[in-house]
């Protein structure tokens, strides 16, 4: 089974600039994560894909980042213009199933390699 | 008060040590527990989970949950050189929303085993 694709893997860019990053979760897995990761830091969710609709952009700064899931399989984030602060790595996810009401249950996520941002 | 916070290390031990890793979480509702491993330049990898209190042994690993002081721990046993990784605990915030939504990461604590 192929695992979540990210692409590009690095990339260099000076402040302001934009900058886009590209995310094919497993086969079959309706819900895609992108997640920060500041060196020295644990991963941060910014943004929840249930199929092609936002379940969770709370800690997404909406002023510079989007995200899409325009068909419910890959995903873009982009952003514009770029902090110094921006650098880190972005990390996409994808599991199997969503939310699942009231009832708990486990919903394992599985990882991309990343994209490592760093902002001049 | 971090939601959960990690000894941030780094850690490093002789081939065959038994290696101890912590977090504390400051939520009592948290019942799903989990250790990531990340080695340099990967993503991170689902190792174990434990849900409620208790131990969780897979091998060389154990996963431990005291739910009454809201620690958790990560014990590895013989320790080798290929488990030189940052190991990162981790706590679904969202508990009706399906277990392993808004996973709530701590530092992480980067483990290196010398040969």
């Known amino acids: 089974e192929a695992g979540v694709a990210q692409s590009p893997r690095y990339k260099i860019i000076e402040k302001r600039q934009s900058v886009a990053f590209w995310c094919n979760p497993i086969?079959?897995?309706?819900?895609l994560y992108w997640y920060q990761q500041i060196l020295g830091q644990g991963p941060k969710l910014l943004i929840q894909?249930?199929?092609?609709?936002?379940?969770?952009d709370s800690q997404l700064p909406k002023d510079r980042f989007s995200a899409e899931r325009l068909k419910g399989v890959d995903s873009t984030l982009k952003i514009q213009p770029a902090k110094l602060e921006d650098s880190a790595v972005y990390l996409c996810?994808?599991?199997?199933?969503?939310?699942?009401?009231?009832?708990?249950?486990?919903?394992?996520?599985?990882f991309g390699p990343g994209t490592r941002l760093t902002v001049l | 008060q971090k939601e959960v916070e990690q000894d941030p290390g780094p850690l490093s031990v002789p081939e065959g040590a038994i290696v101890s890793l912590n977090c504390t979480y400051s939520?009592?509702?948290?019942?799903?527990f989990m250790w990531y491993r990340q080695y340099s330049r990967k993503g991170p990898e689902l190792l174990m989970y434990?849900?409620?209190?208790g131990n969780k042994e897979d091998g060389r690993f154990t996963a431990q949950v005291d739910k009454s002081s809201k620690y958790i721990s990560l014990f590895i046993r013989d320790s080798q050189p290929s488990d030189s990784a940052t190991y990162l605990c981790?706590?679904?915030?969202?508990?009706?929303?399906?277990?392993?939504?808004?996973?709530?990461f701590g530092t992480g604590t980067l483990l290196a085993v010398q040969p």
């Open positions: 996810a994808s599991s199997l199933r969503g939310p699942s009401g009231r009832a708990v249950s486990f919903n394992e996520q599985f």
């Open positions: 086969s079959g897995h309706a819900t």
């Open positions: 894909f249930q199929n092609n609709g936002v379940v969770d």
């Open positions: 939520n009592s509702a948290f019942q799903y």
């Open positions: 434990t849900y409620s209190s």
């Open positions: 981790a706590i679904p915030r969202d508990l009706y929303g399906g277990a392993t939504n808004k996973l709530i």
